[in-house]
Antibody, heavy 118, light 110 residues
Framework: QVTLKESGPALVKPTQTLILTCTFS??????????VSWIRQPPGKALEWLAR???????FYSTSLKIRLSISKDTSKNQVVLTMTNMDPVDTATYYC??????????WGQGTLVTVSS | QSALTQPASVSGSPGQSITISCTGT?????????VSWYQQRPGKAPKLMIY???HRPSGVSDRFSGSKSGNTASLTISGLQAEDEADYYC??????????FGGGTKLTVL
């Protein structure tokens, strides 16, 4: 059974850097074909894809947020980390990580709400 | 990358069928058979309902079906049930090696 859980600060101040961790079980990110993405959803709004990391270390980022994002993995800990710099109130959202089945988001974590406010 | 276009809301009575459209471009929906659909109930994480345009994951009711024509994909729910009331999002892989979601459609079961 695949499970994922996001963790990180619930509140960050504007201009700070956000670090979120996705801890998963039921699969290994060292297995060929495995991928994990981060997706966010502002309150009452639509989903937005942020970044993806593959089993082979390949990384892909949202075109509009690329300069602020960094994704990494720790295979031994079954974790994927997302870093987003220069946080702004418009970045207030629930952040999800999801295991990907090649081209879709097969299993999602429960999400973690991050509020950006001074 | 612009969001895919979905109707803001659709509604139907129990037992009826409804269809939700998802319109993109030749760089996403029209260019790849990598469209997926997600159901999201209030306060919950999205759930994969359809992948690769028309395939259902194990455990998803066969009342849910997907299709695509040109730059528009569609999700059809037949035999509408109260439990189907939720928000639905489409997603597509893009030529930029990124993913784009639709704006979401709120389904109301009357």
């Amino acid at each position: 059974q695949v499970t994922l859980k996001e963790s990180g600060p619930a509140l960050v101040k504007p201009t700070q850097t956000l670090i979120l961790t996705c801890t998963f079980s039921g699969f290994s990110l060292s297995t060929s074909g495995m991928r994990v993405s981060w997706i966010r959803q502002p309150p009452g709004k639509a989903l937005e894809w942020l970044a993806r990391i593959d089993w082979n270390g390949a990384k892909f980022y949202s075109t509009s947020l690329k300069i602020r994002l960094s994704i990494s993995k720790d295979t031994s800990k079954n974790q994927v980390v997302l870093t987003m710099t220069n946080m702004d109130p418009v970045d207030t959202a629930t952040y999800y990580c999801a295991q990907m089945s090649w081209w879709d988001f097969e299993t999602w974590g429960q999400g973690t709400l991050v509020t950006v406010s001074s | 990358q612009s969001a895919l276009t979905q109707p803001a809301s659709v509604s139907g009575s129990p037992g009826q069928s409804i269809t939700i459209s998802c319109t993109g471009t030749s760089s996403d929906v029209g260019g790849y058979n990598y469209v997926s659909w997600y159901q999201q109930r209030p306060g919950k994480a999205p759930k994969l309902m359809i992948y690769d345009v028309s395939h259902r994951p194990s455990g998803v009711s066969d009342r849910f079906s997907g299709s695509k024509s040109g730059n528009t994909a569609s999700l059809t729910i037949s035999g509408l049930q109260a439990e189907d009331e939720a928000d639905y999002y489409c997603s597509s892989y893009t030529s930029s090696n990124t993913w784009v979601f639709g704006g979401g459609t709120k389904l109301t079961v009357l």
